[in-house]
């Protein structure tokens, strides 16, 4: 191979910024017009999209959808916006690219259009104004990006892992992703989403030291647990307890899920995991530590959920980890499926309030035909 191509691969540097945000510019402001400026001569700008007429043609119809039945052609309406310095031009840094889009009011209103009737304004503003604290975003990934769509705007997301290429049969990402930390793959994609999302991250993960900070500044209104680490999802959810902060885990078992809810903001005086935690498996996780053996740490994964209610190739799996599997194995279809689950508990939880806690199963495997 040709030595100066060699060299040039050698020097790729993975863009892995989790401090990367959108910037809004207002072009009606002389300032921002010379910051846009700045950033196309400095290169930084390699795509401009501007589709603010077709934007603005469907907030006419959302402010007034008789206008669909008036409209001649496939209920659309022309609005020819062609003025620069109407609404809002977006750049995200990541993309190198640069979008004009309507307003953050008017945005919101038009992307959260196609809940209405299926929420109500009262559930849609809940949503809006609640903080949502993800620790792991393996599964809290598709959980967030389902959130983010449905209308939750302020996050904490925590994670420590990159991207692997064994990631992609089920994480939402591309092999342009790998050696990315997953905090910046679900960051970015929220902003895509939501530009004005809030969103505070802990990207070398959940720590003993900053557990509370996590829960409690600003306090969290409901913990979704996803992590790896046994020590750490017990102390999690005992620091929840203690402040009364709902828990929601939702754990893959094949094709189906399991859901656990735990709901401490209305009773913290029961044990964590609804006492389907073993205390023998608290205390044996209690003494992991960098000589246990692989075969004891597999065991523990499959004890901290309950081996009897696994299914059967799942609960065999952590027997053959390190023997001819190398992890255990997951399927983007369950992994999808507790994406939404998530999203439907945590409004089930924080916005309705009406599920109580326990542990519920969502079998795919025993669908029934409808007669």
């Not at 993975?14 to 072009?27: C, E, G, S, T, Y």
């Not at 409690?216 to 790896?228: F, G, N, R, S």
């Not at 102390?235 to 902060?245: C, F, P, S, T």
């Not at 507790?338 to 309030?353: E, H």
Request: charged content about 30%.
């Amino acid at each position: 191979m040709d030595t100066n191509l060699t060299a040039l691969l050698k020097t790729s540097v993975r863009a892995n910024n989790p401090d990367d945000k959108p910037i809004i510019f207002n072009l009606a402001n002389q300032t921002d017009q010379e910051k846009v400026s700045v950033l196309f001569a400095e290169g930084k700008i390699e795509t401009v999209i501007d589709n603010y007429g077709e934007q603005s043609g469907e907030l006419a119809l959302v402010n007034d959808p008789t206008l669909i039945t008036k409209a001649k052609e496939n209920a659309s309406v022309s609005n020819n916006e062609d003025d620069p310095a109407k609404g809002v031009w977006i750049y995200f840094p990541w993309r190198e690219t640069l979008v004009h889009s309507l307003d953050k009011d008017d945005y919101e209103k038009l992307r959260l259009s196609r809940n209405d009737n299926l929420l109500s304004k009262d559930q849609q503003n809940k949503l809006m104004n609640l903080r949502i604290g993800l620790a792991g975003l393996n599964v809290g990934n598709p959980g967030a990006v389902s959130l983010a769509q449905e209308g939750v705007q302020k996050f904490k997301m925590a994670d420590l892992d990159i991207l692997s290429l064994s990631n992609l049969n089920r994480f939402r990402a591309g092999l342009p992703d790998v050696e990315l930390d997953k905090t910046t793959i679900t960051v970015r994609q929220i902003y895509e989403i939501n530009p004005y999302a809030d969103l505070e991250l802990y990207n070398k993960g959940i720590q003993p030291d900053n557990i509370d900070k996590f829960l409690l500044e600003p306090k969290i209104d409901l913990l979704i647990e996803e992590m790896d680490n046994l020590k750490l999802k017990i102390a999690m959810r005992e620091k929840a307890r203690e402040h009364k902060i709902p828990v929601l885990m939702v754990t893959g078992n094949g094709h189906n899920i399991i859901i656990d809810i735990e709901r401490n903001d209305l009773d913290n005086s029961g044990p964590i995991l609804n006492g389907h935690l073993r205390s023998e498996v608290v205390e044996r996780i209690s003494q992991v530590g960098p000589t246990t053996d692989l075969r004891e740490k597999m065991a523990l994964a499959r004890d901290f959920m309950g081996g009897e209610i696994l299914v059967k190739e799942l609960r065999e799996s952590f027997d053959r980890v390190g023997i001819d599997l190398a992890g255990i194995p997951q399927l983007a279809e369950a992994t999808f499926l507790r994406g939404a689950a998530l999203a439907y508990f945590t409004r089930r939880i924080c916005v309705d309030k009406d599920i109580p806690a326990g542990r519920y199963f969502l079998e795919m495997d025993k669908l029934k035909i409808f007669t």
